[in-house]
């Protein structure tokens, strides 16, 4: 029994399923796999799925044109604002500390040390604000043409899985199913094996999974870094807020992996991986068993067991405690 594929009714996975697998030999249990797009997709031909693939990729393309001036423009802005802030932070790089501790050391009264630590504390805050208001400009920019980037290199994947999927398609035209799962056999076993590179990856983050953590407070939610991972993994990853997906090409092979991220045993964050694609056809499940995403320990994040929230969000997994949540 094939496990079930979330019904969100998110654009990618809607794009990733008429474009890769409508009348390919495994569309039977394509509905299945995608739960309620089932009956959707099935009214898809291929000239169809083309289209709005084609037209999803230019809209992208679209979107970038027109974000990346105005980031330009930000970015300088950004650059001539901080400058501004350089003194401060010089202070405070420097002698904040030694010229709080004199002021406290030299105030005779008890009232005036109170005083010197009220006034610094509230000149560290009003300047931290300051800093603060500044980044939140910038940082939404950033983010949302680092995600559209994101998007539109993952469109482009399909497409070249789409364009594999033709060429197969054309040297198989009059094959029979088994002639097809034969062809589709010999290219895995010959380009992929046993894809060595997705249990090294998964090793390398559970056995140092601090190492693609960022957490801006000790009461912060972890987060499991999309680029992190991607810097020294073998494998791409793509976390969106619908799923997780993995690509790897080698020789005539190119595979993308689609995955949820979940708890295991109430212990673990797991990345299982519930649909897979070669070349634009679907991987079957018993070869999909064997292909494990990765297992980390909520112990070697947190040091200590107890009830987690896990959460996959665009270029990143949350994790956080649920007792930090109730605060």
Same mark, same amino acid.
């Given at each position: 029994?094939?496990?079930?594929?979330?019904?969100? $009714?998110?654009?990618?996975?809607?794009?990733?399923?008429?474009?890769?697998?409508?009348?390919?030999? @495994?569309?039977?249990?394509?509905?299945?796999?995608?739960?309620?797009?089932?009956?959707?997709?099935?009214? @898809?031909?291929?000239?169809?799925?083309?289209?709005?693939?084609?037209?999803?990729?230019?809209? #992208?393309?679209?979107?970038?044109?027109?974000?990346?001036? !105005?980031? +330009?423009? &930000?970015?300088?802005? @950004?650059?001539? !604002?901080?400058?501004?802030?350089?003194?401060?932070?010089?202070? *405070?790089?420097?002698?904040?500390?030694?010229?709080?501790?004199?002021?406290?050391?030299?105030?005779?009264?008890?009232?005036?040390?109170?005083? *010197?630590?009220?006034?610094?504390?509230?000149?560290?805050?009003?300047?931290?604000?300051?800093?603060?208001?500044?980044?939140?400009?910038? %940082?939404? %920019?950033?983010?949302?043409?680092?995600?559209?980037?994101?998007?539109?290199?993952?469109?482009?994947?399909?497409?070249?899985?789409? #364009? $594999?999927?033709?060429?197969?398609?054309?040297?198989? +035209?009059?094959?029979?199913?088994?002639?097809?799962?034969?062809?589709?056999?010999?290219?895995?076993?010959?380009?992929?094996?046993? %894809?060595?590179?997705?249990?090294?990856?998964? $090793? &390398?983050?559970? $056995?140092?999974? &601090?190492?693609?953590?960022?957490?801006? #407070?000790?009461?912060?939610? @972890?987060?499991?870094?999309?680029? %992190?991972?991607?810097?020294?993994?073998?494998?791409?990853?793509?976390?969106?807020?619908?799923?997780?997906?993995?690509?790897?090409?080698?020789?005539?092979?190119?595979?993308i992996l689609v995955g949820m991220i979940g708890k295991s045993?109430?212990?673990?964050?797991?990345?299982?991986?519930? +649909?897979?694609?070669?070349?634009?056809?679907?991987?079957? *499940?018993?070869?999909?068993?064997?292909?494990?995403?990765?297992?980390?320990?909520?112990?070697?994040?947190?040091?200590?067991?107890?009830?987690?929230?896990?959460?996959? #969000?665009?270029?990143?997994?949350?994790?956080?405690?649920?007792?930090?949540?109730?605060?």
């Amino acid at each position: 029994m094939r496990k079930s594929l979330s019904a969100k $009714k998110w654009k990618l996975a809607v794009i990733l399923a008429l474009v890769l697998f409508f009348s390919s030999p @495994y569309s039977i249990g394509f509905a299945h796999i995608f739960g309620t797009f089932g009956d959707f997709l099935q009214n @898809y031909n291929d000239s169809d799925s083309i289209l709005a693939l084609r037209e999803e990729l230019n809209q #992208t393309e679209l979107e970038l044109e027109n974000l990346m001036p !105005q980031v +330009a423009d &930000m970015r300088q802005q @950004y650059q001539e !604002q901080s400058q501004q802030f350089e003194p401060m932070l010089q202070f *405070y790089r420097t002698s904040a500390t030694d010229t709080y501790i004199e002021l406290l050391m030299n105030s005779e009264e008890l009232i005036d040390v109170f005083a *010197y630590q009220r006034l610094f504390q509230h000149k560290l805050e009003a300047d931290v604000s300051m800093l603060e208001s500044l980044y939140r400009v910038y %940082l939404p %920019l950033e983010n949302a043409v680092n995600t559209t980037q994101d998007y539109q290199a993952l469109l482009k994947l399909v497409e070249s899985s789409l #364009t $594999k999927r033709e060429q197969l398609q054309a040297k198989l +035209a009059n094959a029979s199913d088994d002639e097809i799962d034969e062809t589709l056999s010999r290219l895995w076993t010959q380009n992929i094996g046993y %894809l060595l590179e997705l249990r090294s990856d998964s $090793k &390398m983050i559970e $056995k140092n999974p &601090m190492d693609f953590i960022k957490q801006l #407070t000790p009461t912060s939610p @972890y987060r499991i870094e999309q680029d %992190l991972i991607n810097e020294q993994s073998k494998l791409r990853y793509f976390i969106r807020n619908d799923h997780v997906y993995a690509f790897f090409s080698r020789g005539e092979a190119e595979v993308i992996l689609v995955g949820m991220i979940g708890k295991s045993n109430e212990e673990f964050i797991e990345l299982d991986f519930e +649909a897979g694609f070669i070349n634009g056809f679907h991987i079957p *499940y018993d070869w999909l068993e064997l292909l494990k995403g990765f297992n980390i320990s909520y112990r070697d994040i947190h040091g200590e067991l107890n009830d987690f929230y896990v959460e996959s #969000t665009t270029r990143s997994i949350i994790v956080q405690p649920i007792e930090n949540m109730m605060e």
